[in-house]
C-alpha cells in the first residue's frame, strides 16, 4: 500500500514563526502536492513538485515556499506564518501520466498560529 | 480548465437510507473522475474512480457512473451505515498535467 506521511499532526506556531512541514512518500511517486483545506473552500493547491528540484506554483502560493531535495521527501515551509495560514495542510502523491493519476494522502497536519 | 461542481451539505440521513451525492463536471474531452472520502482526523483516501465515459466507478457499496449526457458523476449507495458519515470529494484532473480539481466536499452525517 502507498504511504504518505506528515511529520506532524497537531502543530501550535506564534506569529512570524518560521513553520516547516514535512511530507514522506514511499511508492517512488515523482509528483507531490501541498494542499490547504478551510471549511467551505475545499481543498486549494499551494505548490506542486513534478520531480527533484522542480516545483510549481498552485493556486495560493503567497507566503509559502517548499523544498524537494529527494524524491521521497516534499516540505513545505512557511517563512513567516501569520494567523491566516491557521488551516488543515494535506500533502499527497501521484505517479506522473499527464492526464491525472490517483493522489495518495497523508493524513493531515493541523496548524494553529496564535 | 477542467472543473467539478457538487452538492452544498451537509446531507443528514438515517442509517439504511439511500444516498446521492450530485457532481457535476465541466471539461474539454472525457477527463477521469473520482469519488475521494475524508472521514473524520484523517486526509482523504480513493472511494472509487472512472476512466472514460460510461465507466461506472464502485468500492465499499458505492457506485458513481460517468454520464457525458449530463456531464454527471452522481455518487450513490443504496443503505447508508453510521460508519460512512464523512466528507465526500469530486475531482477531475485539471487544465493540464496531473494535478486535480476538487469540488467544495459534501459533508454525510448518518444517524443510528
Known amino acids: 500500500d502507498v504511504k504518505v506521511t506528515q511529520s506532524s499532526r497537531y502543530l501550535v506556531k506564534r506569529t512570524g514563526e518560521k513553520v516547516f512541514l514535512e511530507c514522506v512518500q514511499d511508492?517512488?511517486?515523482?509528483?507531490m502536492f501541498w494542499y490547504r483545506q478551510d471549511p467551505g473552500l475545499g481543498l486549494r493547491l499551494i505548490y506542486f513538485?513534478?520531480?527533484?528540484?522542480?516545483?510549481e506554483k498552485g493556486d495560493i502560493p503567497e507566503g509559502y515556499s517548499v523544498s524537494r531535495e529527494k524524491k521521497e521527501r516534499f516540505s513545505l515551509i512557511l517563512e513567516s506564518a501569520s494567523t491566516n495560514q491557521t488551516s488543515m495542510y494535506l500533502c499527497?502523491?501521484?505517479?506522473?501520466?499527464?492526464?491525472?493519476?490517483?493522489?495518495?494522502f497523508g493524513p493531515g497536519t493541523r496548524l494553529l498560529v496564535l | 480548465g477542467n472543473s467539478v461542481t457538487q452538492m452544498e451539505g451537509p446531507v443528514t440521513l438515517s442509517e439504511e437510507a439511500f444516498l446521492t451525492i450530485n457532481c457535476t463536471y465541466t471539461?474539454?474531452?472525457?477527463?477521469?473522475l473520482f469519488w475521494y472520502v475524508q472521514y473524520p482526523g484523517e486526509g482523504l483516501q480513493l472511494l472509487l474512480k472512472?476512466?472514460?465515459?460510461?465507466d461506472k466507478g464502485s468500492n465499499k457499496g458505492f457506485e458513481a457512473t460517468y454520464r457525458k449526457e449530463t456531464t454527471s458523476f452522481h455518487l450513490e449507495k443504496g443503505s447508508v451505515q453510521v460508519s460512512d458519515s464523512a466528507v465526500y470529494f469530486c475531482?477531475?484532473?485539471?487544465?493540464?498535467?496531473?494535478?486535480?480539481?476538487f469540488g467544495t466536499g459534501t459533508r454525510l452525517a448518518v444517524r443510528p
Open positions: 513538485s513534478y520531480d527533484v528540484k522542480m516545483k
Open positions: 499527497a502523491s501521484s505517479f506522473a501520466s499527464g492526464s491525472g493519476e490517483t493522489q495518495y
Open positions: 511508492m517512488d511517486h515523482e509528483n
Open positions: 471539461a474539454t474531452g472525457y477527463p477521469s
Open positions: 472512472a476512466t472514460k465515459a460510461d
Open positions: 475531482a477531475t484532473p485539471g487544465s493540464s498535467g496531473d494535478k486535480l480539481t
